[in-house]
Each structure stands twice: as C-alpha cells, then as structure tokens.
C-alpha cells in the first residue's frame, strides 16, 4: 500500500510538474503551511537514490530545501509556533514546520548543524524504547514483518540486502541479522546522550511517539493509552521536558485513527501528526490531532517535487481533492 502511495504520488508529481498543472491548482488547494516529514539525513552513498527505499536525504538537500522554502517566503516555525498560527487562523504568512521521525543518531551529527546554521526550528519525535532500551513491542513488528513475507529487502550499512524468509529457518536467521544489526546503530547512552543535549536546544521540540513504536490502532486500548502516555512520561522524567506534540508511529491510516485521535486528544497533546500526506488548512484548527505531513525522503529528493508538494497538489490529487482526511 505504501509502495502504491508513493507511486501514484510520484506520479503526481511529475504529471503535474511538467504540465504545470500545480501552478492553476495553487489556489484551490495550496494550503495555508505544512509540517514536514525526515527521518535520517546522511550523505549519499555511491547509490543513494533508491527510490522506495529507506526514509533518507542528504545533509545538502536539507540546507537546499531550507534556502529554497526561505527564500519562497515559507516561515520556518516550530511546532507550538505552527499551532498558535492553526489555532488563531493567523495566515498571513505561509510556514512550515520540520519534524523528524525516530531520533536517529545522524539527527544530531548532520541534520542539526544545518538548522542550527540557519536558525531553523524543528521536532524530533522520540520513541523511549530507543532511549530506555526496555522496549519489547518492535520486536514483534519486525517478527511480523518477517513472517509474512518471503523475503525483506533493506539498506544495511550502505548496501542493500535482501534477505530470504520463506523457511521457518531462513525466518529466524533473519530476524536476528536484521534485529541485532538495528541494536547495533544505537546504544542506549549515545542515544540518550544525543537527545539530552539537542534537547538543550530551543530550536529544538522534543516530541513523544510511544514507548514501543506500535502500531496503535492494532493494538488493545488500554496498552494504546499507556504506549502513548508512558511515552511522554518517560521523556519527561529523563529529559525534563513535557512533550506536548505527538506522532503516531507509522501514521498510516491502519496505524492511526479517529481512537487514536481521541487518545492523543484526552492525553493534551497541542497537536498529533501521521504520515497521511498533506498540506494544512484553516480547517484544521478542528483536526489538531490528525494533522497531514509532507514526507521529504529520497524518492522526493529533488527541490522541484518540494515546490509540488508545497503547492499541495500532489497530494490534493492522493487525497481525492479532500482538504481535510481524518477519518
Ligand atoms: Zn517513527
């Protein structure tokens, strides 16, 4: 599904681009900002364009993206700052918030001297099992993931790999290589030692995305709740910071829905982000806990897909041309 999404959106992109259809939709659909979407920003490796590969830019796109959002005008906001603006339906100007997903450990080495170069707010949104290491549940996702395919297809230190998963075997072998190798990119203290000192940082938001990264919707209320509540305490009580912006893990539809909102909503989130993409209107002001994003990964790795994107276009079209999809 996701794979199809990408694809019809890419599609989009380059349909809309070379006919220059963005430009006459602007104004229907263009929106009023946008929060954006990173995961890992690194630099390129002999192969780095793999498209529907793993969330990944480059150190120079993101300061690209920054320069060309500045310079057409797009407030570079926070998240509390991005809020005020929804909640007060101050549009006078058009922003853009930054977020990054997971809290990678090349957050700080490469992506966090750019914004901090250019003075660029940003979020990233820490699940606690990466700073606390008493997580258990993504085991249980990769453990699915691999018992339901034949094979799993990912970059490993820069080379990809597929691995075979069709034996119960095979299964196992995999699932250790693959859990072991994402243990191995970040220990406890470096992760908790990286996030303590950006978080010392006012530019920088931290935001809460569960103990576990579960797939919420999948999941029993009660440890839904706790995931998402448990999450920000954690942070709170290592940090010293009480998060008052959420992510749903995943963030898809099957990931996150109207329970979910209501859950992010009972806790007191300010606003609550999914992967759902898509630009922001006055409407949501109504919809803070199911707020689109604009994914900036690798398939979309060129300043011009950004200029689409902003417009809102591409998504509109993903969206059926609905301003507002929260449901
Ligand atoms: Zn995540």
């Known amino acids: 599904m996701a794979g199809l999404r990408e694809q019809v959106i890419r599609a989009g992109f380059e349909t809309l681009y070379f006919s220059g259809a963005h430009k006459l ?3 229907f659909v263009g929106g009023v900002g946008a929060i954006l979407t990173l995961h890992h920003v690194r630099p390129a490796r002999d192969d780095a364009f793999q498209p ?3 969330l990944e830019i480059t150190p120079e796109f993101l300061e690209h993206l920054i320069v060309a ?4 005008g797009v407030d570079l906001v926070s998240l ?5 603006r929804i909640a007060e339906g101050d549009f006078r100007r058009r922003f853009a918030a930054i977020t990054l997903d997971d809290g990678y450990r090349d957050n700080k080495e490469f992506a966090y001297p750019i914004l901090k170069a250019n003075d660029v707010p940003f979020t990233i949104y820490i699940p606690t099992s990466f700073m606390e290491r008493d997580g258990e549940l993504w085991w249980l996702v990769l453990e699915a993931v691999i018992a339901g395919n034949q094979s799993v297809s990912l970059r490993m230190n820069g080379e990809d790999r597929t691995l075979t998963c069709a034996t119960a075997e095979e299964k196992q072998e995999t699932f250790g290589a693959i859990y072991w190798w994402l243990r191995s990119l970040a220990t406890e203290t470096e992760i908790r030692g990286a996030v303590r000192e950006l978080a010392a940082d006012p530019l920088m938001t931290v935001g809460a995305h569960t103990i576990n990264h579960v797939i919420l919707a999948k999941t029993d209320a009660d440890v839904a709740i706790r995931e998402i509540e448990q999450g920000r305490a954690l942070i709170e009580q290592r940090l010293g910071i009480r998060p008052m912006h959420f992510s749903f893990p995943f963030g898809d539809p099957a990931s996150a829905g109207p329970r979910e909102f209501a ?3 009972e806790l007191g989130f300010k606003t609550a982000v999914t992967t759902r993409p898509g630009v922001l209107f006055p409407e949501h002001r109504d919809h803070l806990m199911a707020l689109p994003r604009i994914s900036i990964n690798g398939d979309y790795q060129r300043l011009r897909y950004v200029d689409v994107l902003m417009s809102g276009a591409a998504t509109a079209v993903w969206n059926g041309f609905r301003r507002i999809n929260a449901t």
């Open 25 to 27: 939709l602007r104004h």
């Open 52 to 54: 529907n590969r793993i």
């Open 69 to 72: 959002l500045q310079t057409a």
């Open 80 to 84: 509390d700052e991005a809020h005020r």
């Open 263 to 265: 859950m992010a909503k």
